[in-house]
């Protein structure tokens, strides 16, 4: 069973910065791919930022060059650096992890296997 916890949400204003956490518990996951999606009320949940296992990114275009993820496997933690935030970057962020493959990891939710439970973003 595999556990993702985030953290690091919260209210900023435009312009403003927030770093997000993702805690992964129960199973090694060094090897699979990690990513980070956000979700508005009435809209589908995208995907924004990816990072497989050689540490190499993505990202959608609505974020690159003001989201940085990154991850730490010896503590089993991806994080998201937000930097620049608009009022569009509000929303519901999920870290989700896609067991088994390394790389090319894509931004589609049913291709991510464990997810968290969210962390709030508001930006005003």
């Known amino acids: 069973h595999v556990q993702l916890v985030e953290s690091g949400g919260g209210s900023v204003q435009a312009g403003g910065s927030l770093r997000l956490s993702c805690a992964a518990s129960g199973r090694t996951y060094s090897k699979w791919c990690m990513g980070w999606f956000r979700q508005v009320p009435g809209k589908e949940r995208e995907g924004i930022a990816t990072i497989d296992s050689s540490g190499s990114t993505a990202y959608a275009d609505s974020v690159k060059g003001r989201f940085t993820i990154s991850r730490d496997d010896a503590k089993n933690t991806v994080s998201l650096q937000m930097n620049d935030l608009t009022i569009d970057d509000t929303a519901m962020y999920y870290c989700?992890?896609?067991?088994?493959?390394?790389?090319?990891?894509?931004?589609?939710?049913?291709?991510?296997?464990?997810w968290g439970q969210g962390t709030q973003v508001t930006v005003s």
């Open positions: 989700a992890a896609r067991a088994g493959l390394s790389y090319a990891c894509g931004f589609l939710t049913y291709q991510y296997d464990y």
